[in-house]
């Protein structure tokens, strides 16, 4: 069976020039609880993957998206793998309206930059992406 596709995003303050990243802290299932992540969520069958981004950051966060650039896998992957079974695509993204609000999925979320992003604890195949994420980042 293919692989679930999960997509997220790194909601930055700059889409040319990100100092920020959005970071918000899980609420479940109990054994990711209290763990960080790209806000995110799975591709609905038959839904195009940028909308199901659009829809998810709606649902949880309360946000309308710009979305930019793709934040590439390395080597040829299709996306960044997660546990057996999914597979995540990310994208580069600001907040088009509204402001960043924890919903249900969250109960907490926080912007960080360079210097103080891997102070959280970041749902471990998340880990890689900050990696990437970090080195793209300018200087606050
Ligand atoms: O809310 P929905 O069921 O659509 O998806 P989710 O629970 O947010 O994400 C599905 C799975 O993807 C989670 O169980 C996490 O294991 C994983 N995930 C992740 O590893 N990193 C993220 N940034 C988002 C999701």
Excluded: F, Y
């Excluded at 102070?119 to 990696?131: G, S």
């Amino acid at each position: 069976m293919a692989d679930q596709l999960v997509v997220a995003a790194v909601l930055v303050d700059d889409l040319s020039a990100p100092t920020r990243a959005l970071a918000a802290r899980r609420t479940r299932p109990e054994s990711l609880a209290g763990r960080w992540e790209l806000p995110g969520g799975k591709v609905e069958p038959g839904e195009d993957p940028v909308a199901a981004l659009r829809r998810e950051l709606r649902e949880e966060l309360e946000v309308d998206l710009e979305v930019g650039a793709e934040l590439e896998a390395p080597g040829s992957l299709p996306g960044w793998p997660l546990t057996a079974g999914l597979v995540m695509r990310v994208w580069w993204c600001a907040v088009a309206s509204g402001e960043a609000h924890a919903g249900e999925a969250h109960d907490a979320l926080a912007w960080v930059d360079a210097a103080s992003i891997n102070d959280l604890a970041w749902l471990t195949p998340d880990l890689p992406v900050v990696d990437a994420i970090v080195a793209r980042l300018a200087p606050a």
